[in-house]
């Protein structure tokens, strides 16, 4: 039994190294890889909480994303106070893989269920405005939420304080970035610091015990105009955030009620005053679900090989080999455009790959100053502005929809009144479709190309 402690306290020890820093590698002499490490890192790696490069004199050890770090961290308390974890009792649904946040989720629980006192593992600081309105028929007063789409539930608009030197910064971040639509300035409102709470939950991103600083400031607008919303906004009641979820049965993030002054909390929100004196109109809330009509209609499309007139896009700007964006993408989707308008129009799904694999835009939706579909059609308007040009949106058609549980584009594409040229920098370039591929066409070809197709 000794040497059966000594494992684990040499293994324990090792998980806390590990996760010391969570984007620091850890570098390992070979002699320092004891079996009982060994076996540690594979076990880690079969989790895929880390990835292991041998090189000659050391091993280098990555922990993959900040939730295998926090996940790394909670094993080790685990296996410290001797936790016992599975219990065999229950049937267990069969599933080809554990998604990663519920697991860490699983372990949270039971380690702050056990252990007196545990600690958060992630510390959160954020500042928080209070827009409140009267809306639409209703009696009582509203706060907007903004839909997440990565955590699929509402939440007041924050945001994180720790890259922002000052509470101003960040409000002026905030601001811009999550009520962009309506272009304040800095003399257009005015916010009032209200009290700063803290709380202690599972964040339902990560699955990590967080400690949660929430400064919550009201919003006030200095003017009479209606706030301009977008799709994913939605004005909910106190009663909704306390309980944490919307009438529809959406979820709310509700750390502002997980703490001992939860009622006070709720009779300072009522006590605030209206963020605008005008009686806000009643606003239509619209996330994307997936229809039966759409699965139907693009299952059926993609039967279809690629052609002429049909192709498949992983992506507007995301890099699935590099994992990162590339800009060069956007220019990639742009000359497909032209190609279509140049030709006999066709559709184009974004969010496929070549094979057939439904990827979704979330990648790209997470790059983006509004990661929704508001600001992945920005984007898309932006790529048609600057390489194309604004007059040649009214040839195309945009739609998002949800497929496969994944965001989509379709973009339905009919030939051009005249040549379209891809505008690169200082160069003009024109492309037609050929097959299944977008090919160029040198200047003596363009203009047979465009003689034979567009008379004058």
């Known amino acids: 039994m000794e040497t059966l402690e000594s494992e684990k306290r040499n293994i324990v020890s090792f998980l806390r190294l590990l996760s010391t820093e969570i984007e620091v590698p850890l570098f390992l002499p070979h002699e320092k890889v004891t079996n009982s490490?060994?076996?540690?890192?594979?076990?880690?790696?079969?989790?895929?909480?880390?990835?292991?490069?041998?090189?000659?004199?050391?091993?280098?050890?990555?922990?993959?994303?900040?939730?295998?770090?926090?996940?790394?961290?909670?094993?080790?308390?685990?296996?410290?106070?001797?936790?016992?974890?599975?219990?065999?009792?229950?049937?267990?649904?069969?599933?080809?893989?554990?998604?990663?946040?519920?697991?860490?989720?699983?372990?949270?629980?039971?380690?702050?269920?056990?252990?007196?006192?545990?600690?958060?593992?992630?510390?959160?600081?954020?500042?928080?405005?209070?827009?409140?309105a009267l809306v639409g028929q209703h009696k009582e007063e509203r706060y907007l939420l903004q839909f997440n789409p990565k955590n699929k539930l509402f939440q007041l608009l924050g945001i994180p304080t720790d890259n922002y030197s000052s509470t101003d910064l960040a409000i002026k971040s905030l601001v811009k970035k999550e009520l962009f639509r309506n272009n304040f300035s800095l003399g257009d409102y005015r916010t009032s610091f209200l009290e700063t709470i803290t709380a202690k939950i599972i964040s339902k991103k990560y699955g990590v015990y967080t400690g949660y600083i929430l400064h919550l400031y009201s919003f006030i607008i200095n003017s009479d105009r209606p706030l301009k919303l977008i799709d994913l906004d939605y004005w909910a009641s106190i009663d909704e955030i306390k309980y944490g979820k919307t009438n529809d049965?959406?979820?709310?993030?509700?750390?502002?009620?997980?703490?001992?002054?939860?009622?006070?909390?709720?009779?300072?929100?009522?006590?605030?005053?209206?963020?605008?004196?005008?009686?806000?109109?009643?606003?239509?809330?619209?996330?994307?679900?997936?229809?039966?009509?759409?699965?139907?209609?693009?299952?059926?499309?993609?039967?279809?090989?690629?052609?002429?007139?049909?192709?498949?896009?992983?992506?507007?700007?995301?890099?699935?080999?590099?994992?990162?964006?590339?800009?060069?993408?956007?220019?990639?989707?742009?000359?497909?455009?032209?190609?279509?308008?140049?030709?006999?129009?066709?559709?184009?799904?974004?969010?496929?790959?070549?094979?057939?694999?439904?990827?979704?835009?979330?990648?790209?939706?997470?790059?983006?100053?509004?990661?929704?579909?508001?600001?992945?059609?920005?984007?898309?308007?932006?790529?048609?502005?600057?390489?194309?040009?604004?007059?040649?949106?009214?040839?195309?058609?945009?739609?998002?929809?949800?497929?496969?549980?994944?965001?989509?584009?379709k973009i339905d594409i009919e030939k051009a009144s005249s040549p379209v040229f891809l505008k690169d920098s200082n160069r003009k370039e024109f492309y037609i479709r050929a097959g299944n591929t977008t090919r160029p066409l040198d200047i003596e070809e363009a203009y047979h190309y465009i003689a034979r197709n567009w008379r004058s």
Request: charged share 20%; glycine share 4%; no cysteine.
């Open 249 to 409: 049965g959406v979820p709310i993030q509700n750390a502002l009620f997980q703490n001992n002054h939860a009622f006070e909390t709720a009779g300072h929100l009522n006590q605030l005053p209206l963020s605008t004196p005008i009686v806000q109109p009643q606003h239509k809330t619209q996330l994307l679900t997936e229809s039966t009509s759409d699965h139907e209609s693009l299952t059926l499309l993609l039967k279809n090989e690629e052609s002429s007139s049909f192709e498949l896009k992983s992506s507007l700007r995301w890099d699935y080999v590099d994992n990162k964006i590339n800009k060069e993408l956007e220019k990639v989707i742009a000359k497909t455009l032209v190609g279509f308008l140049n030709t006999k129009g066709g559709v184009l799904l974004v969010g496929i790959s070549d094979s057939k694999e439904v990827l979704g835009l979330e990648k790209d939706m997470l790059t983006l100053p509004k990661p929704d579909s508001d600001g992945l059609q920005q984007l898309l308007v932006s790529i048609i502005t600057n390489y194309i040009g604004v007059e040649f949106t009214s040839f195309t058609k945009i739609a998002f929809l949800k497929f496969s549980g994944k965001i989509i584009l």
């Open 37 to 132: 490490i060994q076996n540690t890192l594979s076990f880690l790696h079969i989790l895929s909480l880390v990835d292991i490069t041998e090189e000659k004199s050391n091993l280098t050890i990555k922990i993959l994303s900040s939730g295998a770090f926090y996940t790394i961290k909670s094993l080790a308390e685990l296996i410290e106070y001797d936790i016992s974890l599975v219990s065999w009792e229950d049937t267990i649904s069969d599933t080809k893989k554990i998604k990663g946040s519920h697991l860490l989720e699983l372990l949270e629980k039971i380690r702050i269920s056990h252990i007196p006192k545990a600690k958060p593992f992630k510390i959160a600081e954020s500042t928080i405005l209070i827009v409140k």
